[in-house]
């Protein structure tokens, strides 16, 4: 069952949820609030302990991966969220599953983790602010959802030209895409 969070409701009736899941989750020194659906949430009957598994049907990543570039942050931000909502003092075991594989890759050092997850939202949401709003290494990608907003030469000659103008506008906010 997945569980709601952030001012999701469940997505079927009857079904109860360990938390009041109408609660904003904020990620603190941020700004930014987060809602959505954890696949799977286990709390000790203490409350001191939650494991939040996000169960995935693609490759596996790298096991060392935490952040990924910015591309994985759904074990940061479940872990944040059931932070928030079972309590501070919570030990949170984050991870992804890959029941194809038999694998499951848990989050090296949580804390660590979302603190540093924090620090480039933080970041991004400075620069946001600031108006910038440029394109990341993924607009180049053949399978960008938003490929149309850019010009149609975007992967071989604007993106590439654009690069370092565009890591020096986003200063510390580009940080996010060399996070392991």
């Not at 949430?41 to 939040?52: F, G, P, W, Y």
Request: net charge negative; aromatic share 8%.
């Amino acid at each position: 069952m997945e569980v709601p969070f952030g001012g999701q409701s469940p997505k079927r009736d009857g079904i109860a949820v360990p938390w009041d899941h109408g609660l904003p989750v904020e990620i603190p020194g941020t700004g930014f609030r987060i809602s959505g659906f954890i696949d799977r949430l286990d709390l000790s009957e203490c409350r001191t302990q939650a494991r939040v598994r996000d169960y995935k049907t693609g490759q596996p990543r790298e096991p060392d991966d935490v952040l990924a570039g910015g591309r994985e942050l759904q074990r940061c931000l479940y872990g944040y969220a059931a932070r928030v909502l079972v309590g501070s003092a919570v030990l949170v075991d984050a991870s992804l599953h890959y029941p194809r594989e038999g694998l499951c890759l848990p989050l090296a050092r949580p804390d660590a983790a979302l603190g540093e997850l924090a620090r480039h939202l933080a970041a991004a949401g400075a620069s946001l602010g600031a108006g910038n709003a440029y394109p990341g290494p993924d607009a180049e990608d053949a399978y960008n959802e938003l490929a149309f907003a850019l010009p149609a030469n975007a992967g071989e000659i604007y993106c590439p030209r654009k690069r370092d103008a565009v890591r020096a506008a986003l200063g510390e906010a580009a940080g996010i895409w060399e996070a392991a």
